[in-house]
């Protein structure tokens, strides 16, 4: 019987043109969970946000991205991908341009939350898509690669180009940027793009809301703690959040066609490279938020400085990224993980060593050593998810692995920037020079922006005081939240070796798939 099978069509330069429109709004889009982290300084001397508030604006937009992005995958397919994908591009753009505009810290959150929506919005598409550009197998391979690459970029490279803004413009710039990227979106998509989708797909809205829910009543209690706001109110958001979470399982368990397939966890290669991926982003995330701070207002780094400054790990993390495919050929991936888990490890332990007064080369060299070790679960998730469960799962477990970055990162903000902020109001406590005015004392005792705005209003000897007071504990703040994610880091390490211990390298597996089939009749 002959085959009768045609290649796959290759694709030409419009498919190639097309990539570009999709991969560039995702490289933005994941920047944006990061382009901030350097802001953050510059938008609280104008919006004069409580150190929650702050909180809240950074780590919002990736909690209501990683809520809705299977949701809004699922709308996609039911509406038509590029449609989903261009409104969601003119809502970014729009919300960007109100967010610019913003002078109310409440408000702020709102449009971070939003924008957050919109991302959901298109992430999900913009994976989708290449499937529908890209025929030829080796294509839509090269395809995905170089829109993961964009991801991971985008990631590394948002305070850099954070830093290049405020330089020369303001923190109103980080959100202006998208603009015309979005408006790229919305004119190229119809043209290089074809449009797909599948009116036989459920939207189960609900089950979106409750995952939102479950994690921002969570996210809420622990900062209220951070906060020392009353108890009784933080312990009810945790029971509730955790109420919702289980409320959340019990509908996609029950479901025919769940939002959500949390069977997929029990596949222990599904579930422990997602467990090493959430704690390897959270561990980095929240240590990154404090770490860009900490570049400008103690190091007394300039936003463009900071930024340069960050360049070096980011460098070494895109090489690192790219080389681990290369490893977990010859050596389990598992294995390959761990020891870049490890290398945090030891990253965090330098970072709490550091004060007020230790030199910018020290600083530097830390990051280094603690910002690549993410790389290679970063690159090696997606693969090690996707390729462990039945083809026709193969889109679930893909969002699963997106949806862990963003929500690890968000979740590293908000936990441990949470313990940031309480460490750094458990130290300024007594060590606030005397002769402080009432309103400066509860500034400063907030966070270090409130303190720095403060001791410029004051007289030099006192002002130089409370400088030092809150750099010392801010600082200090600094090495307790390394500390934490020194121990999620190596309990990350911990899961990798043991879990994942079963899958063995990716070249082995390779070999293994192309070896002539064996007859089995003969033994």
Same mark, same amino acid.
């Given at each position: *019987?002959?085959?009768?099978?045609?290649?796959?069509?290759? &694709?030409?330069?419009?498919?190639?043109?097309?990539? #570009?429109?999709?991969?560039?709004?995702?490289?933005?889009?994941?920047?944006?969970?990061?382009?901030?982290?350097?802001?953050?300084?510059?938008?609280?001397?104008?919006?004069?946000?409580?150190?929650?508030?702050?909180?809240? !604006?950074?780590?919002?937009?990736?909690?209501? *991205?990683?809520?809705?992005?299977?949701? *809004?995958?699922?709308?996609?397919?039911?509406?038509?991908?590029?449609?989903?994908?261009?409104?969601?591009?003119?809502?970014?753009?729009?919300?960007?341009?109100?967010?610019?505009?913003?002078?109310?810290?409440?408000?702020?959150?709102?449009?971070?939350?939003?924008?957050?929506?919109?991302?959901?919005?298109?992430?999900?598409?913009?994976?989708?898509?290449?499937?529908?550009?890209?025929? =030829?197998?080796?294509?839509?391979?090269?395809? !995905?690669?170089?829109?993961?690459?964009?991801?991971?970029?985008?990631?590394?490279?948002?305070?850099?180009?954070?830093?290049?803004?405020?330089?020369?413009?303001?923190?109103?710039?980080?959100?202006?940027?998208?603009?015309?990227?979005?408006?790229?979106?919305?004119?190229?998509?119809? $043209?290089?793009?074809?449009?797909?989708?599948?009116?036989? &797909?459920? !939207?189960?809205?609900?089950?979106?809301?409750?995952?939102?829910?479950?994690?921002?009543?969570?996210?809420?209690?622990?900062?209220?703690?951070?906060?020392?706001?009353?108890?009784?109110?933080? !312990?009810?958001?945790?029971?509730?959040?955790?109420?919702?979470?289980?409320? %959340?399982?019990?509908?996609?368990?029950?479901?025919?066609?769940?939002?959500?397939?949390?069977?997929? %966890?029990?596949?222990?290669?599904?579930?422990?490279?997602?467990?090493?991926?959430?704690?390897?982003?959270?561990?980095?995330?929240?240590?990154?938020?404090?770490?860009?701070?900490?570049?400008?207002?103690?190091?007394?780094?300039?936003?463009?400085?900071?930024?340069?400054?960050?360049?070096?790990?980011?460098?070494?993390?895109?090489?690192?990224? /790219?080389?681990?495919?290369?490893?977990?050929?010859?050596?389990?991936?598992?294995?390959?993980?761990?020891?870049?888990? +490890?290398?945090?490890? $030891?990253?965090?332990?330098? %970072?709490?060593?550091?004060?007020?007064?230790?030199?910018?080369?020290?600083?530097?060299?830390?990051?280094?050593?603690?910002?690549?070790?993410?790389?290679?679960?970063? #690159?090696?998730? @997606?693969?090690?998810?996707?390729?462990?469960?039945?083809?026709?799962?193969?889109?679930?477990?893909?969002?699963?692995?997106? /949806? &862990?970055?963003?929500?690890?990162?968000?979740?590293?903000?908000?936990?441990?920037?949470?313990?940031g902020v309480a460490a750094y109001r458990g130290n300024i406590d007594g060590t606030?020079?005397?002769?402080?005015?009432?309103?400066?004392?509860?500034?400063?005792?907030?966070?270090? =922006?409130?303190?720095?705005?403060?001791?410029?209003?004051?007289?030099? #000897?006192?002002?130089?005081? +409370?400088?030092?007071?809150?750099?010392?504990?801010?600082?200090?703040?600094?090495? /307790?939240?390394? $500390?934490?994610?020194?121990?999620?880091?190596?309990?990350?390490?911990?899961?990798? &070796?043991?879990?994942?211990?079963?899958?063995?390298?990716?070249?082995?597996?390779?070999?293994?798939?192309?070896?002539?089939?064996?007859?089995? #009749? @003969?033994?």
């Amino acid at each position: *019987m002959t085959d009768t099978s045609t290649p796959a069509p290759k &694709a030409g330069a419009k498919q190639w043109w097309g990539l #570009a429109v999709l991969v560039i709004p995702s490289t933005l889009l994941f920047m944006m969970l990061t382009i901030l982290f350097l802001a953050a300084p510059n938008m609280a001397a104008d919006l004069n946000p409580s150190s929650t508030q702050l909180l809240w !604006i950074l780590d919002i937009y990736g909690f209501v *991205m990683a809520g809705f992005l299977v949701a *809004m995958g699922v709308l996609g397919d039911r509406v038509g991908k590029r449609l989903l994908m261009v409104i969601g591009a003119i809502l970014f753009a729009a919300v960007s341009i109100a967010a610019s505009l913003t002078t109310i810290p409440e408000l702020m959150i709102v449009w971070r939350a939003v924008l957050g929506l919109a991302a959901a919005m298109m992430v999900p598409a913009t994976l989708g898509l290449i499937f529908v550009l890209f025929a =030829d197998p080796k294509q839509r391979g090269v395809a !995905i690669g170089v829109w993961a690459g964009g991801i991971s970029a985008g990631v590394a490279l948002g305070p850099l180009l954070s830093g290049l803004l405020l330089e020369g413009f303001g923190w109103q710039a980080t959100f202006l940027v998208a603009v015309p990227i979005m408006a790229l979106v919305a004119i190229g998509a119809p $043209i290089l793009v074809p449009e797909h989708k599948d009116s036989t &797909a459920r !939207i189960d809205l609900l089950s979106a809301l409750l995952l939102v829910g479950g994690l921002l009543a969570i996210i809420y209690g622990i900062k209220r703690f951070a906060a020392q706001e009353p108890i009784g109110p933080s !312990i009810g958001l945790l029971v509730a959040g955790v109420l919702i979470g289980l409320w %959340f399982v019990v509908r996609q368990l029950r479901a025919k066609t769940p939002l959500l397939d949390v069977r997929l %966890f029990a596949n222990r290669t599904v579930s422990g490279a997602l467990a090493v991926f959430l704690l390897s982003a959270a561990a980095l995330g929240g240590v990154y938020s404090l770490f860009t701070q900490y570049l400008q207002q103690v190091q007394g780094l300039s936003p463009l400085q900071a930024g340069l400054s960050i360049l070096p790990a980011a460098a070494v993390l895109i090489v690192v990224s /790219t080389l681990s495919p290369v490893f977990a050929r010859k050596f389990r991936p598992g294995n390959v993980i761990a020891i870049g888990l +490890l290398t945090q490890v $030891i990253g965090y332990i330098l %970072f709490t060593q550091l004060d007020a007064g230790t030199g910018l080369a020290l600083v530097i060299a830390s990051f280094v050593i603690t910002y690549p070790g993410v790389a290679p679960s970063m #690159a090696l998730t @997606t693969d090690l998810v996707v390729s462990s469960v039945p083809p026709e799962k193969a889109g679930g477990a893909s969002g699963l692995a997106t /949806t &862990a970055n963003d929500l690890g990162i968000s979740l590293g903000v908000a936990v441990i920037g949470s313990v940031g902020v309480a460490a750094y109001r458990g130290n300024i406590d007594g060590t606030l020079p005397e002769g402080l005015p009432p309103e400066a004392a509860a500034a400063a005792s907030d966070s270090i =922006d409130g303190a720095l705005v403060s001791a410029g209003e004051l007289p030099g #000897a006192l002002g130089g005081q +409370l400088v030092e007071a809150a750099q010392a504990a801010f600082t200090g703040g600094l090495n /307790t939240a390394a $500390i934490v994610s020194a121990v999620i880091a190596a309990v990350a390490a911990i899961i990798a &070796a043991t879990r994942l211990r079963h899958v063995r390298p990716t070249g082995e597996a390779a070999q293994e798939a192309t070896a002539p089939a064996t007859d089995e #009749a @003969t033994h």
